[in-house]
């Protein structure tokens, strides 16, 4: 096999020009880049990333749904592989970090590790997966999920994007034909490492340069309706009333404040209120809300759902009223692999980092790859917490300091 002529190592400069580079794929106006599954500016991008690993040591191949890998070989023949990378697609208007910072971390970590170390024991292969954001079609992590095979073709073959192209007419027009698909599930996958910006303010606040997450938070999003009686506002005597707002202002209070109650790091949020028949002077018959819940220990999510419910039943009882709670997401939590926690820890340790243990309250690639895996995800700060936004940025020496933490990393589990 060919070697390729030794590189420059790693610096500061190759890391910021690969981030900027990746960022002109999709570019807007606004300097924030939007990169949607299988479009014209993913497809350059994916393309691009494939030259650019096609010139260093990396063997690379797009498997059926559009997952580009680039393949250091490992000397010993055991057949598994050690995986690493993040996503390739934004959001609308996302920023320069958000996924791409994954993929360029775990690139340059590769190519350090080869010029410096030669071929691993290991095979590692780079990853930019297609797709994480759900922001074109109607589902999220197709990537990853495509290589767990929790998703199949079956899955999206009734998914449109707004302007009405169905999802397998996009995989067709970006150069992956649907009729040639073939499941690309993955069995050699020993482990899953990913970089990624925390997208909160922890890090920062913590003047902390590296975050190790222990674990990814499970969701749960339910809708909650209230029935009262709508009725005139200046007629109906106060203890006469079914008012669904206050009920619900009522039921809103109780649960914000059981959540601060029960554990610091429950979250939970009403982000959205619907009210019937939302008149100023009329008493409101009905209202609807939503409900997103989020910790990273299931019992927890239990107690809380539990007692916040048992609270929404007996209040609307005592008012004859009627509640209804229907729960459309659950997604559990999910451990990352307590020894490559520790030895990310170890090391950061060792090479003076400033760093600490977080829990991400994001969804990520990672829980997809941590039920199929071991896994680990490290987390770099976000400047003002600010994602999925132009202005996301993160300094050249916490991004350095990132990558040489996975180097690190994944020198001690291939080499
Ligand atoms: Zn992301």
Known sequence: MAIPAKRNLLDEDQISTMIEWLASFGKTEAGGVTRLLYSPAWQEAQQALKHKMDETCLYTYFDSVGNLFGRLPGTEPNGKTILTGSHIDTVVEGGKY?????????????????HTYGFPRKTIEVVSLCEEEGSRFPLTFWGSRSISGAYTLERVKEAKDEAGITFLEAMHQAGFDPKTYTPPIRQDVERFLEIHIEQGMILEKNHKQVGIVTHIVGQRRYTIELKGESNHAGTTPMQDRKDAVST?????????????????LLVATVGKLNVKP?????????????????HHQEAVLDQFCREIFAEF??????????????????????????????????????????????VSGA??????????CPTSLLFVPSQNGISHSPKEFTSLEDLDAGIDLLTEVLYRLAY
């Open 98 to 114: 958000d996924g791409t910072y994954g993929i360029v971390a775990s690139f340059l970590a590769v190519l350090r590790l080869f």
């Open 313 to 358: 039943k007996q209040v609307t009882l005592g008012l004859d009223m009627e509640v209804l709670i229907s729960q459309w997401m659950d997604v559990k939590p999910i451990p990352m692999d307590q020894e490559m926690c520790e030895l990310a820890r170890e090391i950061a340790e060792a090479k003076n980092y400033r760093y600490q243990d977080i």
């Open 248 to 264: 619900a202002a009522q039921l809103i209070a109780f649960l914000t404040d059981k959540a601060k109650e029960i554990d610091p």
């Open 363 to 372: 969804g990520h690639d990672s829980q997809v790859f941590g039920a199929m």
């Open 278 to 294: 939302n008149v100023s002077n009329v008493i409101a018959g009905e209202v609807e809300f939503s409900l997103d819940i989020r």
